[in-house]
């Protein structure tokens, strides 16, 4: 049954409300905000790549405490073990039997640190409970609290001691976002607070777990007209087919866009998504699962260079009225 204008109005006024708090704490960002949002509806994982300093921390941290959810979070290092992450059984000598004890990934928002600076073993460790919302150890499965979310941060100008993200891995992000430097009023008034401005920790929620799985549920139910869906799809065999990408877009790059696209209208107050949403999205979902060839090797890094071909196939794509 299609969405309800009057549930995507309320759904949107819940949304702003979520915004609201998180733009309190987070500064000058509300792009970076708003897609942190989208993720969370579409059910997805957010990965943020952008230098220090720039509130990748801080915003996973503030969209917990504005969720009323429980946060963890793991700073990813080279002697990081796949252990470290999901939990490990030990041997109780009361009961004679092996105990679970879970790792940091059970939690509703789990902050991955600087992910690329683990060995790939540890990074694969959250595959599963990316994809599929559990995790299986010694021959058990174990599911996550909902809602999950991992939103993971990496530093795109260091080289030295990090393991590339493989494909397999970053396909499983809904979303490629960069916080980016606040503009100069916003980062003004940071200064003006010399020190006092609000933390997360000072959030009151703004919504709770059931809410949120609530707004999950009506984002899958926004009506996605044909039209949209074939400007949608025009868009993902131009990737598949253009003479700089190596590697197009999978059908479950496609399926992500067009979550995060009835996600972005939810949060708008809209019961349908419009061609727009697609467009605005495109570049964050599909930079980071194309793979550009070697005649692009000189735009820039990898999902930079997968960035500029997706903006100009959404410049040459006709947009449906």
């Known amino acids: 049954m299609p969405l309800a204008r009057t549930t995507a109005v309320s759904a949107g006024e819940q949304l702003e409300s979520l915004e609201s708090a998180l733009s309190s704490v987070i500064r000058g960002k509300p792009e970076a905000?708003?897609?942190?949002?989208?993720?969370?509806?579409?059910?997805?994982?957010?990965?943020?790549?952008?230098?220090?300093?720039?509130?990748?921390?801080?915003?996973?941290?503030?969209?917990?405490?504005?969720?009323?959810?429980?946060?963890?979070?793991?700073?990813?290092?080279?002697?990081?073990?796949?252990?470290?992450?999901?939990?490990?059984?030990?041997?109780?000598?009361?009961?004679?039997?092996?105990?679970?004890?879970?790792?940091?990934?059970?939690?509703?928002?789990?902050?991955?640190?600087?992910?690329?600076?683990?060995?790939?073993?540890?990074?694969?460790?959250?595959?599963?409970?990316?994809?599929?919302?559990?995790?299986?150890?010694?021959?058990?499965?174990?599911?996550?609290?909902?809602?999950?979310?991992?939103?993971?941060?990496?530093?795109?100008?260091?080289?030295?001691?990090?393991?590339?993200?493989?494909e397999a891995q970053l396909d499983r992000f809904l979303l490629r976002i960069e916080m980016g430097y606040p503009d100069a009023t916003a980062e003004r008034e940071i200064l003006g607070m010399n020190g006092s401005r609000q933390g997360p920790e000072t959030l009151e929620p703004a919504l709770s777990a059931v809410e949120v799985i609530e707004l999950q549920k009506a984002a899958q139910e926004v009506r996605v007209e044909e039209s949209v869906v074939d400007y949608l799809m025009r868009v993902v065999e131009a990737t598949r087919e253009h003479e700089r990408l190596a590697l197009g877009v999978s059908p479950r790059g496609s399926m992500a866009l067009y979550r995060a696209a009835q996600a972005l209208a939810l949060a708008e107050g809209l019961d349908f998504v419009t061609p727009d949403h697609v467009k605005r999205l495109a570049a964050h979902v599909f930079a980071h699962r194309v793979i550009a060839d070697r005649r692009s090797a000189g735009d820039g890094r990898g999902a930079e260079r997968g960035r500029l071909v997706v903006e100009e196939i959404l410049s040459q794509v006709e947009v449906p009225l």
Request: negative net charge.
């Open 33 to 166: 905000i708003r897609m942190a949002v989208v993720c969370l509806l579409a059910r997805g994982h957010l990965l943020i790549e952008d230098v220090p300093g720039v509130g990748k921390t801080t915003l996973a941290h503030t969209l917990a405490r504005a969720l009323d959810c429980t946060f963890r979070r793991i700073q990813f290092t080279s002697d990081l073990l796949p252990s470290d992450v999901v939990g490990v059984t030990v041997y109780s000598t009361s009961s004679e039997e092996f105990d679970f004890k879970p790792g940091p990934v059970f939690a509703n928002v789990l902050l991955a640190d600087e992910i690329n600076r683990t060995t790939p073993k540890t990074q694969s460790a959250l595959l599963e409970a990316m994809n599929e919302g559990q995790v299986s150890i010694e021959g058990r499965s174990y599911p996550l609290p909902e809602p999950f979310m991992v939103i993971a941060t990496q530093n795109p100008i260091e080289y030295h001691g990090t393991f590339p993200l493989p």
